[in-house]
């Protein structure tokens, strides 16, 4: 489906990097019909070589002409490349953006015309193919278009369909999620490193621990709750780090980093 589309990434920043070697390395677009742009010189030769695709500093001359249009910016950025670029949108081509904080109608106001635009809200492991995107669309996005943002974000991972109200949540959550864990892994792996255990033996242990434990709950579709039982015995060693967790307040904290993060994801576009 994709396959005979062209596609042009504004921005191959690391998001933009991490999704365009995706698609090329999933074969669901061939070098020839993806090309990008970026802000500086040293950007476009480096990315010229590391990715094998055209990388341009003119964002007009990049999309005119081309399918599918993504916007890969960061959110500070997006005003002044959608003014710079809005006369040569048009109504058949599809926007997709990654931008947090950006809403579908916000860059509606700056295009000015009736197009399918996408939001869509990435995250870091799309690198290894194990992403999770959540898509919005607006009220024009044909089946077709909804489909071809589903295909580009199904090469690097996992994808569902949300109402755009729930976007900034979902920064919160999945999008600054990968930090979170690594800050866990690390955690766990320092501990240990207390217990004797050689640190990359340790951070091993806890990296696929996590991936494992991920698994059984995508799998299996059970309550975490009751997978936690399944490895805390009565009386055993399980529920005394358990019974630490709580006094430490881990739980409240996730809650309350996700709950921010989701707060400042709405504040990025008024700076
Ligand atoms: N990183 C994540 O995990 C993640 C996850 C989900 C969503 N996002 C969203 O993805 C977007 C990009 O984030 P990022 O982390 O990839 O940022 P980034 O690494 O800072 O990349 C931004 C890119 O935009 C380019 N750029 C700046 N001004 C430009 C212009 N006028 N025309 C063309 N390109 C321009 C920069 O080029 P130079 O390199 O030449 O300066 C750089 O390549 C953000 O809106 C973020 O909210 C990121």
């Known amino acids: 489906m994709l396959a005979d589309k062209s596609i042009s990434v504004i921005g191959v920043g690391k ?33 010229r070589e590391k990715l094998g695709i055209d990388i341009l500093l003119d964002n007009r001359a990049l999309i005119r002409g081309k399918d599918i249009v993504i916007l890969a910016l960061k959110p500070q950025k997006m005003a002044q490349v ?9 109504e058949n081509q599809l926007i997709i ?12 106001q ?36 909804c489909a071809l943002a589903e295909a580009i974000f199904s090469s690097i991972g996992d994808t569902v369909f949300l109402d755009e109200s729930l976007m900034n949540g979902v920064t919160g ?26 640190r990359d033996i340790s951070t091993l242990l806890v990296a696929q621990t996590m991936l494992g434990s991920a ?10 709750a009751l997978l936690k039982d399944m490895v805390t015995t009565p009386a ?22 996700v709950v921010r993060s989701a707060e400042r994801a709405s504040e990025l576009i008024s700076e």
């Open 15 to 47: 998001l933009g990097e991490a999704l365009i070697s995706g698609l090329i390395n999933s074969n669901t677009v061939s070098k020839n019909n993806i090309t990008g742009s970026v802000a500086h010189e040293y950007s476009r030769d480096s990315l």
């Open 82 to 90: 959608l003014n710079e670029i809005k006369d040569i949108v048009t």
């Open 97 to 108: 953006s990654v931008a947090a904080s950006m809403t579908i109608s916000c860059i509606k």
């Open 110 to 145: 700056y295009i000015k015309k009736d197009l399918s635009i996408i939001r869509a809200m990435p995250n870091i492991p799309c690198l290894v193919g194990e992403g999770m995107t959540v898509l919005s669309k607006n009220s024009i996005s044909s089946e077709e278009h």
């Open 173 to 198: 959550l999945s999008a600054c999620g990968p930090a979170y864990m690594f800050v866990v892994i690390e955690a766990l792996a320092e501990a240990g490193v207390k217990l004797g255990i050689p």
């Open 215 to 224: 698994k059984m709950i995508i799998d299996s579709k059970e309550h975490p």
């Open 236 to 257: 055993g060693c399980t529920i005394d780090g358990l019974i630490e967790l709580e006094e430490g307040k881990l739980r409240v904290t996730l809650i309350k980093a």
